[in-house]
């Protein structure tokens, strides 16, 4: 079974600029979690979508979004990009979040530099 | 509300020596506990979690942790550590069900020839 995937790997952005972030999650998993991930902060939730749904929400400010397709797919987007914003965006998928135990398996990441 | 705390953000241990990572939890509910591993470039790795019943959990590449409720503890122990252990372990734990999972800090193991 292939594991989560995220496009693109890498991406260099420009300041005030916008990016979607995309992830396809395990075959059958239907909750979809994006995390960033920075040297300062660690490890940050940003949110979770299931089915097509967002059902929790981290503590970040508007410009970051995101959306679930009717397959699991999911993309999030950043807009009016700040150099903050570089991180390493790591998405995770889950059975559903009903099924215990809940087990998040990770995609490698997107890396994102705003210059 | 769950929280995770790591002590230290750096161990070093030589090659065969024991490795000892620490996590200390805080939750209002009975937590479920994960320990995570992160090698450079990479995303993260399950490698064992405890939800409920036996309290010492086993995971992949021979680490385990001990679910400790009265110390609110669950530190991740290999006896005798490898080069390729040397990565970035993350404990992290939620609420059953998931809800409020949180990671915490980090700990970056190396491990010395």
């Known amino acids: 079974k292939a594991g989560v995937t995220q496009t693109p790997r890498y991406l260099i952005k420009t300041r005030g600029q916008q990016v979607t972030l995309s992830c396809s999650p395990i075959s059958g998993h239907r909750s979809v979690s994006w995390y960033q991930q920075t040297p300062g902060q660690g490890l940050q939730f940003l949110f979770e979508?299931?089915?097509?749904?967002?059902?929790n929400k981290g503590n970040f400010p508007g410009r970051f979004s995101g959306r679930q397709f009717s397959n699991s797919r999911s993309e999030m987007n950043v807009s009016t990009l700040e150099l903050g914003d570089s991180a390493l965006y790591l998405c995770?998928?889950?059975?559903?979040?009903?099924?215990?135990?809940?087990?998040?398996?990770f995609g490698p990441g997107t890396r994102l530099t705003v210059t | 509300a769950q929280s995770v705390t790591q002590l230290g953000s750096h161990v070093s241990v030589s090659e065969g020596a024991l490795v000892l990572l620490r996590c200390n939890y805080s939750?209002?509910?009975?937590?479920?506990l994960f320990w995570y591993v992160q090698y450079p470039n990479q995303g993260l790795q399950l490698l064992l979690k405890y939800t409920t019943g036996a309290t010492l959990v086993k995971g992949i590449n021979g680490f385990e942790a001990e679910f400790k409720k009265s110390e609110t503890s669950f530190h991740l122990t290999k006896p005798s550590a490898h080069m390729s252990d040397a990565a970035e372990y993350f404990c992290a734990v939620s609420g059953p069900y998931g809800q409020n999972f949180v990671f915490g800090p980090g700990t970056r193991l190396s491990v010395l020839p």
């Open positions: 979508y299931f089915s097509e749904t967002q059902r």
């Open positions: 995770a998928s889950s059975l559903d979040r009903g099924d215990s135990p809940y087990e998040q398996y």
């Open positions: 939750s209002s509910v009975p937590p479920y």
